[in-house]
């Protein structure tokens, strides 16, 4: 067992247990990112797939946004990428600096013979993604409390969607032709995907994060029809059977957070999908997410990432209008952006959007200035 040391600062766990807050707690996806200057310097010449496999490199990654917004960021989330499963079921991920991530030999059909390999394979997650679980053991101790930290994976749909693509793609032929040619075929691919995330999200857990999101990254290149055929199923798969998984470890079962960008149409479904919370894009109308959540969940986000580009008059005005749609920010939300944050952007404005939340939320006056902070 790990002695790691109490949560100093649990506001983000008591959002998602319902709790009245002082202010919603804040963190951004891609938050140890590209955008930091001290990056570069931890990153050295490793490529980013190197980077993720030394597990003293991704901690202090990890920990390169909890120094830089002291007090103002509530979670940490440990440095990874969600392609860490299809690595581990076999397949070979390499990294391109002008394209990103590709696969030299994706799933073409079905009757490749990679794909039995893959159907085939007994995945030994453990084996396979120990820097993942050291990084965050190594990170936990690194926190000291501070603030929870996160876990990962990336969903069924969005996975399979690089494993037959070869990589990102704006017109998803392969993985259309997959799902409506060989449907039989993808949700047997899909389920075992799925078992290998509860895995590995519970191996997460065992190494130290307080809590885990799923990301389903393609979610908008799905009709509702087959979102509800090639996603909603394995999503609810992975939500049901983690906390079994976990309760198997010994271990307490942790809030999960669906991220589905993209899947504006599947929102109600999936405030009934077995997640604590539901995290939005910004091509939700926060108000318009309020009314279909119903309370069921909480919610989080939701602010374009663009935003960071346009000037304080910009960030200000999005910000009013977020806190607003949300409810005054005292329960019920998260604050995020719609998306990951872009690695062009200057971090004094994402400190800057943080701190516009804390005034906007919690205004100064004589009554109520002294219980701003959490620590």
């Known amino acids: 067992m790990h002695n790691f040391k109490p949560l100093k600062n649990d506001l983000l766990l ?15 996806m891609r938050q140890a990112g590209r955008y930091l200057e001290d990056y570069k310097k931890i990153k050295g010449d490793l490529n980013f797939f190197e980077l993720c496999k030394d597990p003293d490199k991704a901690s202090k990654i990890t920990m390169l946004p909890i120094d830089y917004y002291e007090k103002l960021i509530d979670a940490a989330i440990i440095f990874s990428d969600i392609l860490v499963i299809p690595m581990a079921m076999g397949m070979t991920v390499e990294m391109s600096d002008a394209t990103g991530p590709f696969f030299p030999k994706p799933l073409k059909d079905p009757s490749d013979g990679q794909y039995q390999e893959v159907l085939g394979k007994d995945v030994d997650v453990g084996k396979e993604l120990l820097h993942v679980y050291q990084a965050i053991t190594i990170t936990k101790h690194e926190l000291q409390g501070q603030v929870p930290l996160f876990g990962f994976c990336g969903a069924p749909w969005t996975l399979l969607c690089y494993m037959v693509e070869g990589g990102a793609s704006k017109a998803f032929k392969e993985a259309k032709t997959w799902i409506y040619k060989y449907p039989k075929e993808s949700n047997s691919l899909l389920q075992k995907i799925a078992e290998s995330c509860v895995e590995h999200l519970a191996l997460q857990v065992q190494a130290g994060a ?13 009709s509702p029809s087959s979102y509800r055929q090639f996603s909603l199923p394995y ?36 405030c009934d999908s077995g997640y604590q919370v539901v995290g939005l894009d910004w091509l939700r109308d926060p108000a318009e997410a ?11 986000g939701n602010a374009d990432p663009g935003v960071l580009y346009g000037g304080r008059e910009a960030i200000t005005r999005v910000v009013e209008e977020m806190v607003a749609g949300f409810g005054g920010g005292k329960s019920g939300w998260i604050v995020n952006l719609g998306h990951g944050i872009g690695r062009y952007v200057d971090p ?11 005034r906007v939320v919690q205004p100064v006056t004589t009554s109520s200035s002294s219980r701003c902070e959490v620590s």
Do not use: T
């Open 14 to 28: 008591r959002v998602i247990k319902g709790e009245q807050v002082e202010r919603p707690p804040m963190w951004v």
């Open 210 to 222: 307080d809590i885990v999101q799923v990301f389903e990254s393609c979610a908008g290149e799905l």
């Open 235 to 270: 999503l609810r798969y992975i939500s049901k059977h983690l906390p079994l998984r976990l309760k198997e470890l010994g271990l307490e079962v942790v809030p999960m957070v669906i991220f589905a960008k993209g899947g504006w149409y599947a929102l109600d479904d999936l």
């Open 290 to 300: 309020v009314k279909i959540a119903r309370g069921r969940v909480i919610l989080q």
């Open 348 to 358: 004094e404005e994402l400190k800057f959007f943080f701190n516009e939340i804390i």
